[in-house]
């Protein structure tokens, strides 16, 4: 039996908790104080490591590393967007400097060289430097975050997709994060959205629900509380929608209309499906 008493936030380090749902193997809670969902009991950094280095992981990993360049080019467009938006003189400068974190082959890295950055991605997973395009290879570092040596003030640009979830200490990897970025450098942040429209209908059963994958689950308040506790003061945090859905896109009208409506509106409401930021140092 867990002593919920005894157990620290991984944001905040309180200890007040409610039950949210029982799941197979263990349990997902809520901090009382800062709002960060998370998945008790928490693995150790050697049970993760195992867990990753699965063949039947490593397959799964491979097919989802294998996205559209479609897919990519909207990413890579829509955080020139959100720059543009909160810090637009970082895409005036020359000599800008890139660091993409939990990067896979790179192709988010490989637009951004075209586009006058100069690059590095991290991955925890060695397929990124196997199969990764030959140009982006040696710009890849294979590790965590957390251990790879990097000087402090390196990069103007840092982004984080879908990583913060997997992660044991989400904190130490933002502290880090905002050591590695120059004055006024930018980090971006995107997650799934444990206040979307989906995970609240959904419950337990929201797809995101994927431990000992995801054990570290956000939404507005508790991103914002982490980001700003790492010692961001400057912090803004939103929902997105997916751009192209999958699900729908063979429904007929009127169905097909209404869904598109509400996937506009969920972010205007703060239920989208993504939580993304934009932190400046
Ligand atoms: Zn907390």
Same mark, same amino acid.
């Given at each position: 039996m867990i002593d919920f008493n005894i157990l620290e936030c991984p $944001?905040?380090?309180?200890t007040q908790h409610k039950n949210l749902y029982s799941l197979d193997k263990g349990r997902l809670i809520k901090c009382q104080n800062c709002h960060l969902a998370f998945y008790i009991p928490r693995p150790t950094a050697e049970e993760l490591s195992d867990f990753y280095n699965q063949q039947s992981y490593r397959n799964d990993y491979e097919q989802s590393v294998m996205s559209s360049h479609d897919f990519t080019e909207n990413r890579y467009l829509e955080l020139k967007k959100i720059i543009a938006t909160y810090q637009p003189n970082l895409l005036k400068q020359s000599n800008k400097t890139f660091l993409d974190i939990g990067?896979?082959?790179?192709d988010l890295l490989s637009l951004a060289i075209a586009d006058g950055w100069q690059v590095t991605g991290t991955e925890i997973s060695p397929i990124a430097t196997e199969q990764s395009d030959i140009n982006i290879r040696d710009r890849i570092l294979i590790g965590d975050i957390l251990s790879l040596d990097f000087p402090e003030s390196s990069f103007d640009l840092i982004t984080i997709y879908?990583?913060?979830?997997?992660?044991?200490?989400?904190m130490h990897t933002l502290i880090k994060m905002r050591k590695l970025l120059k004055p006024d450098g930018v980090l971006f942040v995107e997650t799934p959205n444990m206040g979307s429209l989906g995970a609240k209908i959904k419950g337990?059963?929201?797809?995101?629900?994927i431990p000992p994958e995801h054990i570290t689950y956000f939404d507005l308040s508790s991103l914002d509380y982490a980001i700003r506790h790492s010692g961001f003061n400057n912090c803004n945090v939103f929902t997105s929608s997916p751009? $192209?859905?999958?699900?729908?896109?063979?429904w007929s009208n009127p169905y097909k209309s209404i869904a598109e409506f509400i996937y506009k509106l969920m972010p205007i409401l703060g239920l989208g499906a993504t939580l993304q930021s934009i932190a400046i140092k």
């Open positions: $944001v905040c380090k309180k990067c896979g082959l790179g879908h990583v913060i979830e997997h992660l044991i200490d989400p337990k059963e929201w797809s995101h629900i751009q $192209v859905i999958k699900s729908i896109e063979n």
